[in-house]
């Protein structure tokens, strides 16, 4: 079995591939790649990981999740806690991505849930013609004197 680097540890790679979802980077010592996500190149927003890096580059990443999937290892990097200049870990207690990890877990899919909106509008009466405050829900357009 291959020598994998230790979580949380931090040395440089070269750049594989560059997707539009991020870039895979080579692993010294071995022959697998991980995945830097576009989300983590840069403490600021990239749309598109090409104009960050470029295949042959010489980058430093942090390993930050090892994770077997469809038996398969997936290693999950990051440049934006590293210096790339020095390779100084800007994260050694990992509290970003200790961050990072509990907005994932908070999101909550509201979309299933069924939204009402109780609006009032101004309106006017079929009957008599004057201002009539109803809510959304009512179908009826009259006053209330004339709804009995």
């Not at 010489?58 to 390779?87: A, F, P, Y």
């Not at 013609?129 to 004197?145: A, N």
Request: hydrophobic content about 35%.
């Amino acid at each position: 079995m291959e020598a994998l680097p230790e979580l949380y540890s931090i040395f440089q790679g070269e750049v594989a591939t560059v997707t539009e979802y991020g870039a895979f980077i080579k692993i010294p010592g071995c022959r697998r790649q991980g995945l830097v996500h576009k989300t983590h190149m840069s403490a600021c927003r990239v749309d598109k990981p090409s104009e960050i890096v470029d295949v042959g580059d010489k980058v430093w990443v942090k390993l930050i999740r090892k994770e077997m999937k469809d038996d398969k290892l997936k290693l999950s990097l990051s440049m934006k806690v590293v210096n790339q200049g020095t390779g100084k870990d800007l994260d050694p207690n990992n509290v970003s991505l200790d961050q990072d990890e509990r907005k994932k877990r908070m999101f909550r899919d509201y979309t299933s849930q069924k939204i009402t909106l109780e609006a009032v509008l101004n309106t006017v009466c079929k009957k008599c013609g004057c201002k009539v405050l109803r809510f959304r829900k009512q179908k009826d357009l009259r006053c209330p004197e004339h709804i009995k």
